[in-house]
């Protein structure tokens, strides 16, 4: 059975930074991560292949967020600098396998584990 277990969540003030991790049971997957806020849709955050050669981001986060993993702790990270407070959200890492090793998912419907989501808060 897979399993994914989110850590690194927590409150930290505008501009501050935190680093969320994801550590998966099992092989390896194509990542990613995404954000919900109560009442609205899951939003896709960053995605990273396989292989970890490329990645992708949504805009609202690009160039302040950096996903990447270790393979051999079967891990990854999402690295959250500049945080905004419009970056308040649960955040979830998801899990999809690929025969690609190249290949990101950037929608919640490509994935099929999720794990149980952490809290991030920024406070202006």
């Known amino acids: 059975q897979v399993q994914l277990v989110e850590s690194g969540g927590g409150s930290v003030q505008a501009g501050g930074s935190l680093r969320l991790s994801c550590a998966v049971s099992?092989?390896?997957?194509?990542m990613g991560w995404f954000r919900q806020v109560p009442g609205k849709e899951r939003d896709f955050v960053a995605a990273?292949?396989?292989?970890?050669?490329?990645?992708d981001y949504s805009d609202s986060v690009k160039g302040r967020f950096t996903i990447s993993r270790d393979n051999a702790k079967n891990t990854v990270y999402l690295q959250m600098n500049s945080l905004k407070p419009e970056d308040t959200a649960v955040y979830y890492c998801?899990?999809?396998?690929?025969?690609?090793?190249?290949?990101?998912?950037?929608?919640?419907?490509?994935?099929?584990?999720w794990g149980q989501g952490t809290q991030v808060t920024v406070s202006s």
């Open positions: 998801a899990a999809e396998s690929s025969y690609t090793t190249s290949r990101t998912y950037d929608t919640e419907y490509e994935y099929s584990y």
């Open positions: 990273i292949s396989r292989s970890g050669e490329n990645a």
């Open positions: 099992g092989r390896t997957f194509a």
